[in-house]
């Protein structure tokens, strides 16, 4: 399908690389032109000429756990492109360390740019959102936090739980305005992000406990993405949408085996 997001205009924060820059290929796909918010200028530079440069895909500096940036991002997709339909809030960080290792500097660091920047963002595109009636704000969570977790995701957790619980409360609260607010929760996905800060054996583990086998792409996040950006999801707000494989099913480790039961 082609063109389910013609016309419209997209924030996408942490979109240089990863799953965001697989979100922003998504969506230019099918019509949209977007602004890439990002720390990484060279990255992000190169994803928003791939796309086909400045009349499809911007770059913007962003460093979006700070008010002033997320305001700017918005700002440039009003002055670019003229409007804004979409604001994706993807970029998070992902520090595996212990609890009892966790300094008040690197805690607050995970949560400001995962929960923080996720608050920001909604709170700069509510603005142009609210004055034309319509807009798709989309968060992206993780299965880590709400559903599961494993050692070392003490503050990310926290973090993702954070977004479902805003995801509900800005729902409510924008649902007046004609603006939707959803989430999703990728599994395993791979990504260099995900690959610099794991080992090979760590990653087979990881693609062991996924029933389909394998861990996820970052096109497979943002297909779900478009999905809630798009029209096709107009009556759905306040949720998320778990992309996981079937990870959170098994009830045991032995749950890829015939006789496990
Ligand atoms: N990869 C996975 O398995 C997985 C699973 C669940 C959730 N997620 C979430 O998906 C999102 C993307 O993850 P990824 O694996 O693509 O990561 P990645 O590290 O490959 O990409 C993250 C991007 O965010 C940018 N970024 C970091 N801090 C930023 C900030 N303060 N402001 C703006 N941009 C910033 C980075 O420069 C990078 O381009 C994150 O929110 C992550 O928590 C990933």
């Known amino acids: 399908m082609m063109n389910r997001l013609a ?4 924030v996408l924060t942490g979109a240089a690389r990863g799953i965001g820059a697989a979100i922003a290929a998504r969506f230019v796909e099918e ?11 060279a990255a992000g530079e190169a994803t928003a000429a791939a796309l086909g440069g400045p009349e499809k895909a911007l770059f ?31 970029a998070g960080i992902y520090p595996l360390t212990l609890i009892e290792d966790i300094s008040v500097a690197e805690w607050d660091a995970v949560l400001g740019v995962n929960l923080r920047g996720t608050f920001l963002a909604a709170k700069a595109a509510l603005k142009p959102m609210r004055a034309a009636g319509y807009g798709r704000m989309v968060f992206t969570s993780s299965i880590t ?3 599961v977790t494993s050692p070392g995701h003490g503050h990310y957790g926290a973090s ?20 939707t607010v959803n989430g999703v929760e990728p599994g395993n996905i ?20 996924v029933p389909l086998g394998r861990l996820g792409t970052p096109r497979e996040v943002a297909d779900a993405v478009l999905f809630l950006a798009s029209d096709d999801a107009g009556f759905i707000t306040g949720t998320t949408v778990i992309v996981d494989g079937g990870q ?7 749950a890829r085996e015939p006789d496990a039961a």
């Open 31 to 41: 019509g949209a032109r977007v602004v890439i918010g990002d720390t990484e200028t």
């Open 190 to 209: 791979l990504t260099d992000g995900m690959k610099a800060g794991r080992s090979p054996q760590f990653i087979a583990g990881m693609e062991a406990a």
């Open 7 to 10: 016309g419209r205009v997209a």
């Open 145 to 147: 936090g709400p559903r």
């Open 160 to 179: 993702k739980a954070g977004i479902n619980g805003f995801i509900r409360s800005a729902a409510l609260e924008f649902a007046p305005y004609g603006i």
């Open 60 to 90: 913007v500096a962003t460093d979006i756990s700070r008010e002033a940036d997320a305001e700017a991002v918005v700002a440039r997709a009003l002055s670019a492109f003229g409007r804004l339909d979409i604001m994706v809030q993807n």
């Open 248 to 254: 959170l099913l098994p009830e045991s480790r032995l």
